[in-house]
């Protein structure tokens, strides 16, 4: 119960994975760190928090109090075939929302802990190869992507959609009891219209696009 099959080469992937973060100058500092006289670290913290009315949980991988910079570090874990391109997954699985509310949530654990007065920095995301043959990486937030996370933005086109954005819209199907449909189509009737791209827009100005049909585009 709660457990799943781990077959031989998963197994020797994830120990080779695990030995390469422990050994390799990128990652090995952070994640053998140990408690001593400057650090308290911290594994698998779960906090417990409220946001914009919405009851949550956090699960921070690593959180470091660093009591000498009067600071604290939160660290995530990520596995990937592709770390060179971590930013692709960043977006396509929203790493930036778990990026924004563990930063939130570790607000929370500070004041909680007497922790009020140090720096809650921005989450830092250490990637591994899932197979341990490229090395890894770190992976840090700033502050624009914060402001990104909390408030969406656009990538090449695609509308990402921020963290106030969804709570907004989890509130609406909560309230609503609708879960198949998103609010905006909703609104619509489910009726919308297919959205003209720039490339598209180009066709037509420059070659007069018509249909089979020999009907022109006004």
């Known amino acids: 119960e709660n457990k799943y099959l781990l077959d031989l080469k998963e197994k020797t992937y994830a120990e080779r994975c695990k030995e390469q973060l422990q050994n390799h100058w ?13 650090y308290d670290v911290y594994h698998q913290v779960v906090i417990l928090f409220t946001y914009k009315g919405i009851k949550m949980k956090s699960r921070l991988d690593m959180l470091v109090v660093d009591h000498q910079l009067r600071q604290i570090f939160i660290y995530d874990l ?9 930013n692709f997954s960043y977006r396509k699985y929203r790493y930036y929302i778990q990026a924004y509310l563990y930063w939130f ?12 007065h140090y720096t809650v920095n921005y989450m830092e995301f250490i990637v591994a190869d899932s197979r341990a043959k490229l090395a890894p990486l770190v992976r840090k937030i700033k502050k624009r992507n914060m402001l990104n996370a909390r ?4 990538f090449q086109g695609k509308r990402y959609v921020g963290v106030d954005a969804a709570i907004e819209a989890l509130k609406w199907h909560r309230q609503s009891g609708i879960w198949d449909m998103s609010r905006y189509n909703y609104e619509r009737h489910g009726i919308g219209s297919i959205k003209v791209y720039e490339d598209e827009k180009s066709e037509i100005n420059q070659h007069n696009v018509v249909p089979a049909a020999g009907i022109g585009i006004v």
């Open 78 to 86: 990520k596995t990937t075939f592709d770390v060179e391109e971590f």
């Open 26 to 38: 990128v990652s090995r500092e952070l994640v053998t760190r140990k408690p001593d006289d400057r």
């Open 105 to 116: 949530a570790a607000h929370k654990w500070a004041v909680r802990n007497g922790y009020e």
């Open 151 to 154: 408030d969406g933005f656009t």
